[in-house]
């Protein structure tokens, strides 16, 4: 594949992507039934992937690096094209059994994070340390949340933890900003 090819081929997926973005605004979400919602949202899942997979591509062709970035890539467009035959699949059922199938996709979640919350529960536990089971469960909502625990530490003492909190500036010396992160112009 030439520089040329791999031209096109960003600008393609781009159109694409900006395609997607443009029906997501034109659909606002409280206009919506709750099987159109659960399929806008994946609309919105699948341009977030895509364009990951996309920006994740060309640094990988830039720094010549494709075997580093092919798992990445790759898990990133399975789970497009899972979401894809979901929201298509939900679109085709008739209403009764596609609201059946959400609560019941609703439920396994549901459950799927209570079994993780107790593995990671004992795993917190097996460290030797004193946590209560409900900060423990404060930590996990936490992470949940998207404030990850790389931001936690503990005290000097090594009797608590403590919250690192940081300032847009801050985080901008480390290095992050959103023009990085997104590709976009500031």
């Keep these: 594949m030439d520089l040329a090819e791999i031209k096109e081929l960003y600008a393609e997926e781009l159109k694409l992507l900006r395609r997607i973005q443009k029906y997501g605004k034109e659909h606002p979400m409280e206009d919506l039934e709750r099987i159109e919602k659960v399929t806008l949202l994946m609309v919105y899942r699948?341009?977030?992937?895509?364009?990951?997979?996309?920006?994740?591509?060309?640094?990988?062709?830039?720094?010549?690096?494709?075997?580093f970035f092919q798992l990445p890539i790759g898990i990133l467009l399975r789970c497009t094209y899972t979401d894809c035959l979901f929201a298509l699949y939900i679109q085709r059922k008739d209403k009764k059994s596609a609201h059946e199938e959400l609560d019941l996709r609703t439920i396994e979640y549901a459950n799927s994070l209570l079994e993780r919350r107790e593995v990671f529960r004992d795993q917190v536990k097996s460290m030797g340390t004193d946590f209560d089971d409900s900060f423990i469960d404060h930590i996990w909502e936490m992470t949940l949340e998207d404030i990850f625990l790389h931001l936690l530490t503990f005290d000097d003492k090594k009797e608590g933890l403590e919250l690192t909190k940081q300032s847009k500036a801050q985080l901008q010396d480390a290095g992050f900003s959103k023009s990085k992160s997104t590709g976009a112009k500031e």
């Design 46 to 67: 699948i341009y977030s992937n895509l364009y990951s997979a996309l920006l994740l591509t060309v640094s990988a062709l830039k720094n010549n690096r494709i075997s």
